[in-house]
Structures are given as C-alpha cells and as structure tokens.
C-alpha cells in the first residue's frame, strides 16, 4: 500500500531528518514507528500525507507518486488518510459532534450522511454520551478519542497517528492503542510513531525504529528496543 | 446545505474580526461615498453642459414682432455670413410655450407673466469654435438684431470644470480603492489567522482550496454590501436634500432627477463596493492558503 523509495529529506535549515529510507507497508498492516525525538518520525509520517516532499527518493501511497501530484489533487489523498495528533488539534469552539462532522462537512456530505456516520464513529470510540460537550470540557483521553473519530468518520484506509499517547497516562494511553488495534482489525492501515515503551511491547506489532533518518531496525512482532 | 454553512462561517469571522470589521466597513462606506458623490457630480455637470447647448452656436434676438418677409431676409442675410454653418428662427410664441412646458409645475408663470415676454430667435450654428465669437460680433453690427448671445465661454468653462472634476475624481477615488483594499485584505487576514487550526484541520481531511475559500470571500461580501448599504442610503438623503434644495432656490439649473438614472448611479456605487469586497478576501485568502500546507 505504501512505498518509499531511497527517500531523503534535507529542510530548508540544512537539517537532514531522513536519509535513503527504503520501506513497505502492506494493505491492513498494525506498524510502530519508534526512535528518539529528532530521528525523523514526525518527517516520515508527514509525508505520507504530503505536509512534506521528499527532497529526493519516491513516495508512493496507493501506487500514487505523492511528489507527482497537483495541488489539485492533494485533497483527494488527504481524503484517503486519517491523521491522528499528540495535540488533539481540536476546534474549541465546537461540540465533540460538531468537530466529527465538520470533517464530513467539508467534503460536503448531506445532512443524513454526516448524522449517520457521525453517530457511528462516536460509538465506536465509546463518546456518544459526550457528543454535545466542548473538547475544554473533556478528559485528554477523551479528546485524543474525538480526534480519532474525527480522522476515521469517512472510513480512510489508511490511519496515521503522530505520538498519540505523548499527553496521556499510561491507563489512558492503553485504552487509545486498543481503540486503534480495534480500528485496525476493521481492515484500516495503521501507522503509530510513539515513545511508549510499555505500548510497543506490549502489543508486539511490526517495529521500525529510526535514529538520525536511517531505519536502523524492521522487526515482525517487535519491541521498542533490542537493547536491555 | 454548504451554502448555509459558508453563510454562517463568514458571519462568525465578520464578527470575531470585531473592530476591524467595523474598521473597514467605516472606510469601504467613505470610500463609496465619496465615489458616488463624484459619480453624481460628473454626471450633473454633463447634463449641465449639454444643456448650456453646443458651444458652436450663437442666438439673435428680434424683440418686436416680425413678419414672414423680414424673417426670412434677415435669415437669408445671417446664412451668407462668413463661417455660418446653418440657420433656425425661433418663433417667440413657439419658444414661449415651450417655456411654460419646460417650467410646468415648478413656476406658476401663469400667475406673474400674462404676457409673453420672450423675443423671436435666430440660432446660428457656426462652423467652428474658433469663429464663435467673430461671427457673433458680425451679427451684432446688423441694425435689425436686438441682442447677441453666445454660449461660447459658459460652455467653455463648464466642460473645463467637467475635465476638471472628472481628473480629481479619478484621482481620489484610485487612492481610496487602493486604502480600501488594503484594509478589507487585513481585516480578512486577521481571520484567516485566527482560524489557521480550522484551516489546517480542513486540509488534512481533504477540503479542497476553493471550499476553504468561501467563507472568506463571503466575508468579504458581507464587508462590501453592508458598506454599499450605508454608503448608498447616505447618498440618497444627501443626494435628495441638496437637489430639491437647489431647485427651489435655481430652477433654471438642469438636475437630474430621473429614477433610472440614479438608480443606476447609485447601483454603481453598490457593485464597486461588493467588487472591492471579494477582491479583498481574495487577495487576503490567498496569499495565506499558500503559506499553509
């Protein structure tokens, strides 16, 4: 589903987040991407949704060449992809519901389209009963949840989620890792760049970890670090 | 559905952008105003001059009454002056009623003049400005003729204050175009700015940059006919108050009082301002959507 090619990316500061990174994802895979602050995670989820061009290699999401794309076009693959934050980036001044479906809304779905899959998602990530609350009024769980449903309501294939533990506690960051394994099994392409220890071994998915832009390490069944 | 959701986005950032809301809708107003003040100008000096007549015509007066035979020689001797394109004698009874006509309703002439008090005419159409004034003066040592007239420098004088008026005009209302763009561009800004998680969520979820847009340039809108509103309506009362004034107290001054006539006037004055308006939050939305992913 996803493919890089010898990427490399140097921004503009003469920083160098990645360099020659080859990977591959299959359709439906679980993947952590683990490593230090600074190794190039963020960079490398980024560009799958094309915040970032790579400054040389190829990336490639659904056989598309994301670099080859037109402005024109991004909107169409960002449709595909849901993006998931440390930071919630959620609208203050809207509802739970509200937020869900405004990412319906721009696509211009009806009235009954947004309702019902709006309605759906909250379910799912167990927030039905607080769909009429503003996100100030909700637990840091319970928001990284609205943003959830927020990148899942139009069912993408693929799901991408940046430190989506970083402001929780560890209870809390289990119960989301088991939401996106939940999300996961619902045949939707996960990738999760985290920090948590615990989290990766627990869950003992593919790894890849990164230090200074290379893959230093791709393991089935991984944990967060072979070192003891 | 969208359209309800565009409407309600715009008016939210109307309002957030508070005071400079406010701001550039003060000087979209001003600038309109002034605009519209000068468009009226113009268009009442026009009529103004085309009613002071061509300015290649000098009128003859005969105060007593005259005969076919008269008449016609002294027309005959007019058109054999030098420079003299082309002849027409007035008949004081026919310029009479077409006074009375003219004037109908706003002078009760009736009432103050039994008689009629205006001379026969002869204009003269000259064939070229330059020789207005010679032509007159040739007309003028006939011995039959009463009195000379030409319109030569009134007109003259009315096209140069026209000229005039339309150069400043143009000036000002280029200058206030200018400040009020730039204001209506910050005014936007301030809520793009204001908005840029909305505006990066958006994007992420795959808006494209023609649905982010809208909201903005119908803020824009929203800026444009609010100040076209207000702009209008002040020139209407002031516009009404100054005219009815002027033709009480200068009857003979041409106005233009025509509905159509200002109704297109002042729907000028109503497109520009929701032009600036959209052009405004175009140019303010833009230059920020490239900036963001």
Redesign the interface.
């Known amino acids: 589903m996803i493919a890089l090619t010898s990427v490399s990316k140097v921004y503009p500061n003469g920083v160098e987040a990645l360099s020659g990174v080859d990977l591959y994802i299959g359709k439906e895979e679980f993947l952590f991407v683990v490593g230090p602050t600074g190794s190039g995670k963020s960079t490398l989820l980024k560009m799958l949704y094309r915040e970032e061009l790579p400054t040389s290699g190829q990336v490639s999401v659904d056989r598309i060449n994301i670099g080859e794309l037109k402005p024109a076009q991004v909107p169409f693959l960002r449709r595909n992809i849901g993006v998931v934050f440390q930071d919630y980036k959620l609208l203050p001044l809207r509802t739970v519901y509200e937020n869900v479906a405004f990412a319906l809304r721009v696509l211009g779905a009806s009235r009954t389209q947004i309702r019902r899959q709006t309605t759906q998602v909250l379910d799912l990530v167990g927030l039905l009963k607080k769909a009429n609350c503003l996100p100030g009024e909700l637990s840091g769980g319970e928001q990284q949840r609205t943003c959830i449903a927020r990148a899942i309501v139009n069912n993408p294939p693929l799901l991408i989620a940046d430190e989506p533990t970083g402001n929780l506690d560890p209870a809390t960051s289990w119960e989301i890792i088991q939401l996106l394994d939940k999300i996961n099994k619902r045949h939707t392409t996960v990738i999760v760049a985290t920090h948590n220890k615990a989290i990766v071994d627990g869950m003992r998915k593919r790894v890849i970890a990164l230090e200074s832009g290379r893959i230093i390490r791709d393991q089935q069944l991984g944990v967060y670090s072979n070192v003891l | 559905?969208?359209f309800e959701?565009f409407l309600k986005e715009a008016w939210t950032g109307f309002r957030r952008a508070g005071v400079m809301s406010l701001v550039s809708l003060v000087i979209i107003t001003v600038s309109l105003t002034v605009f519209g003040t000068f468009l009226l100008a113009i268009f009442n000096l026009g009529t103004m001059v085309s009613s002071v007549g061509s300015k290649m015509e000098v009128a003859a007066y005969v105060d007593k009454q005259i005969d076919d035979y008269t008449g016609n020689t002294l027309m005959l001797e007019l058109s054999k002056i030098e420079g003299v394109e082309k002849v027409k004698f007035i008949h004081r009874d026919e310029a009479w009623a077409a006074f009375k006509k003219d004037y109908e309703g706003r002078l009760e002439l009736g009432d103050i003049v039994k008689e009629n008090p205006l001379p026969n005419a002869f204009v003269i159409k000259v064939k070229s400005p330059d020789l207005v004034a010679i032509v007159a003066k040739k007309v003028s040592n006939m011995p039959q003729i009463d009195e000379v007239r030409f319109s030569g420098n009134l007109a003259d004088r009315l096209n140069k204050l026209l000229e005039a008026v339309r150069l400043a005009g143009f000036i000002l209302v280029t200058l206030l175009i200018m400040a009020t763009l730039l204001i209506v561009v910050n005014t936007i800004r301030l809520t793009v700015l204001s908005r840029q998680?909305?505006i990066?969520?958006?994007?992420?979820?795959?808006?494209?940059?023609s649905?982010?847009k809208w909201p903005f340039i119908l803020e824009g809108i929203i800026i444009g006919v609010a100040g076209s509103c207000v702009s209008v309506i002040i020139l209407k009362f002031s516009y009404d108050l100054v005219s009815s004034r002027i033709a009480a107290a200068l009857p003979f001054i041409p106005l233009i009082t025509s509905k159509a006539a200002l109704f297109w006037i002042y729907s000028g004055v109503a497109a520009l301002g929701i032009l600036l308006g959209i052009i405004g939050a175009y140019i303010s939305v833009n230059a920020q959507l490239k900036e963001s992913?």
Do not use: E, P
């Open positions: 559905m969208s959701f998680t909305d990066y969520i958006m994007k992420l979820v795959g808006a494209t940059n649905f982010i992913v």
